[in-house]
C-alpha cells in the first residue's frame, strides 16, 4: 500500500481533551502543565517541543475563570499557534514535513493557502463562527495580536483545516479529538471519485492511493493533479445518523461551506441524483419513468411527486400530485410512531432511494438510543433488539448498492450490528458482520492500526 505521510504545520486539541490528550503528539497523558495545571503532555520531550506554542495559552488558560476554560476555542487557538509559527518560519518550514515525498516536489508554504476573506464576511454562518472568535482571541490574548490580519489566519484555518482522528478501540471507530493543518495536502483538490483516500490513524495524515498498483508522481505539476475527497468519512461514531449525504446536498455544503463547487462526473449528473435520492414506487402515466419525492416550497408539511420531464412525451417537469408525509424528525416519544412513519415512507419509496436510506437510519438510531434505557424489561428489549436487527439488514443492502466501492462505507454502523447480533445469540451473523467489517478495516488502513478487539470477535 503506497502511503503519502505528512506531520502537521500546527495542531490544537479540542478543549474536551485538553486534560487527557497529550497536547505535542495527542496522544493519551497526564502529565499536567505546572504552570496552568489544564494542558497535559505524555512526556518531557513532547512539553517542550510544545513549548513555544503553550506559552501564550498557559498564561490565558491559568486566568480562565472555570466557567470560560471549557469552552470550545480551539480555532482561536490554532489562531495563535499559527502566528507563533510564522515568526518561527515565515510559513515556508525548515524541516520537511512530508515523509518519502521526492525532493523535485514543491512543498507548500502557508502563504499558498486561500482566506476566503470576501466570502466569509458575506456569508452569516462564516462570520458569526469569525466574530466569536475574535471575541475569543481578545479574552484569551487580550492585544497581542492587535496589528496582524487575523481575519486572513481564521480564514486559512477554517477553510484548510483536517479532523484528526486516533483509533484505539476499532469497535469504537476513530476518535475525533482535534484539527491540524497539513499544507502540501490541502493543494489537492477534492473529487468524489479521488485518486487519494484518507488513512489517517495519529496526529499525521496519511493518503493511500485509490488504485494500488499507482505510486507517487515525480513532479510537482503531476503531483498536485492528484484529487482527494472531502466527503464525511465514516470512521467515527457519530451522534446523530448521516452516514450517506446525497450527492447534491454534498455539493451545496461545499459551496456554503468551502466556497468550491464539484464538477466530477457524479455531481454533473443531476438527472442521475435526484432519482437516485427520492425515486418512488409510482410510474408517469405518460412517460412510464418512476416518479421522483421533492419538497413542496410553499408549505414545509407537503412533499410533491414529480414526474421529471426526460421522456419525448413528457418534455417538462410535471407535479403529478401532492402528498401530507410525515419524515422522521425525533420530536416523538414512542418507537411505535417512529415506526409507523417509516411504513409510510416505506410504501411509497423505492428501495434503493438515498431518502428512504435515510429515515431507515434515523429508526435504527433511534432503537440503539432506547435499547441503552434501563426501563426496558426482558421482553421489550428483545423485541426491539430483533426489530434493529431486522432494519440494519434492510440498511446493509442498501449501503451495499450505494457504497459497495467507496471508502465512506460505514463500519462503525457493522460493528454496532453485529454486537447486536451477538447479543441477541444470533452468531453465525454476528461473525459475517464481524468479518465484512475487518476487511473494510484493513482495506483503508492495512497493517497500520490493531485489529486485535475485531479478531476477538472471530
Given at each position: 500500500?503506497?502511503?503519502?505521510?505528512?506531520?502537521?504545520?500546527?495542531?490544537?486539541?479540542?478543549?474536551?481533551?485538553?486534560?487527557?490528550?497529550?497536547?505535542?503528539?495527542?496522544?493519551?497523558?497526564?502529565?499536567?502543565?505546572?504552570?496552568?495545571?489544564?494542558?497535559?503532555?505524555?512526556?518531557?520531550?513532547?512539553?517542550?517541543?510544545?513549548?513555544?506554542?503553550?506559552?501564550?495559552?498557559?498564561?490565558?488558560?491559568?486566568?480562565?475563570?472555570?466557567?470560560?476554560?471549557?469552552?470550545?476555542?480551539?480555532?482561536?487557538?490554532?489562531?495563535?499557534?499559527?502566528?507563533?509559527?510564522?515568526?518561527?518560519?515565515?510559513?515556508?518550514?525548515?524541516?520537511?514535513?512530508?515523509?518519502?515525498?521526492?525532493?523535485?516536489?514543491?512543498?507548500?508554504?502557508?502563504?499558498?493557502?486561500?482566506?476566503?476573506?470576501?466570502?466569509i464576511i458575506h456569508s452569516n454562518r462564516h462570520l458569526n463562527m469569525w466574530l466569536t472568535t475574535k471575541k475569543q482571541i481578545d479574552f484569551l490574548f487580550k492585544n497581542k495580536f492587535n496589528n496582524v490580519d487575523l481575519l486572513e489566519i481564521f480564514g486559512k484555518i477554517l477553510i484548510n483545516r483536517f479532523r484528526v482522528g486516533f483509533i484505539e478501540n476499532i469497535l469504537h471507530g476513530r476518535v475525533a479529538i482535534g484539527w491540524a493543518i497539513y499544507l502540501t495536502t490541502s493543494r489537492f483538490n477534492h473529487s468524489c471519485q479521488p485518486d487519494l483516500l484518507q488513512c489517517s490513524y495519529d496526529i499525521n495524515m496519511c493518503l493511500k492511493f485509490s488504485d494500488p498498483h499507482k505510486t507517487i508522481p515525480q513532479t510537482t505539476s503531476e503531483f498536485y493533479q492528484l484529487t482527494v475527497s472531502y466527503r464525511h468519512q465514516n470512521d467515527f461514531r457519530l451522534t446523530s445518523p448521516l452516514t450517506y449525504v446525497p450527492t447534491r446536498r454534498q455539493r451545496r455544503i461545499f459551496v456554503n461551506f468551502f466556497f468550491f463547487n464539484c464538477h466530477c462526473i457524479y455531481c454533473d449528473d443531476d438527472l442521475r441524483n435526484r432519482y437516485e435520492e427520492s425515486a418512488t414506487n409510482r410510474l408517469c402515466n405518460q412517460c412510464g419513468n418512476s416518479l421522483v419525492l421533492q419538497k413542496y416550497s410553499h408549505d414545509p408539511n407537503i412533499l410533491i411527486v414529480n414526474c421529471l420531464g426526460q421522456h419525448k412525451s413528457c418534455q417538462t417537469e410535471q407535479t403529478i400530485d401532492y402528498i401530507n408525509l410525515s419524515?422522521?424528525?425525533?420530536?416523538?416519544?414512542?418507537?411505535?410512531?417512529?415506526?409507523?412513519?417509516?411504513?409510510?415512507?416505506?410504501?411509497?419509496?423505492?428501495?434503493?432511494?438515498?431518502?428512504?436510506?435515510?429515515?431507515?437510519?434515523?429508526?435504527?438510531f433511534v432503537y440503539q438510543n432506547f435499547l441503552n434505557h434501563d426501563h426496558l424489561n426482558e421482553n421489550q428489549r428483545i423485541n426491539y433488539m430483533n426489530r434493529a436487527i431486522e432494519l440494519g439488514q434492510l440498511l446493509i443492502e442498501q449501503y451495499d448498492v450505494h457504497l459497495k466501492q467507496s471508502s465512506i462505507y460505514p463500519k462503525i454502523f457493522l460493528t454496532d450490528l453485529a454486537h447486536l447480533c451477538e447479543i441477541a445469540g444470533k452468531k453465525s451473523e454476528a461473525k459475517q458482520l464481524y468479518q465484512k467489517a475487518l476487511h473494510l478495516w484493513q482495506s483503508d488502513y492495512g497493517d497500520y492500526i490493531d485489529y486485535k478487539e475485531l479478531y476477538t470477535k472471530l
Open positions: 500500500m503506497s502511503i503519502f505521510i505528512e506531520a502537521p504545520y500546527i495542531s490544537s486539541l479540542k478543549e474536551a481533551y485538553l486534560t487527557n490528550r497529550c497536547s505535542s503528539c495527542f496522544k493519551t497523558a497526564s502529565n499536567k502543565c505546572p504552570n496552568c495545571e489544564i494542558f497535559v503532555y505524555c512526556n518531557e520531550q513532547c512539553r517542550m517541543k510544545d513549548n513555544i506554542y503553550h506559552k501564550l495559552e498557559c498564561e490565558a488558560y491559568k486566568n480562565s475563570t472555570k466557567e470560560n476554560k471549557f469552552e470550545e476555542k480551539v480555532i482561536a487557538r490554532m489562531i495563535a499557534r499559527v502566528i507563533t509559527r510564522l515568526n518561527l518560519d515565515g510559513g515556508q518550514p525548515e524541516d520537511d514535513l512530508c515523509i518519502d515525498l521526492p525532493k523535485s516536489i514543491r512543498r507548500r508554504p502557508w502563504s499558498d493557502l486561500l482566506g476566503h476573506r470576501d466570502d419524515t422522521i424528525d425525533y420530536t416523538e416519544q414512542s418507537i411505535e410512531i417512529y415506526e409507523h412513519k417509516l411504513a409510510n415512507i416505506e410504501q411509497l419509496l423505492h428501495q434503493n432511494s438515498i431518502l428512504l436510506l435515510q429515515e431507515r437510519e434515523k429508526v435504527f
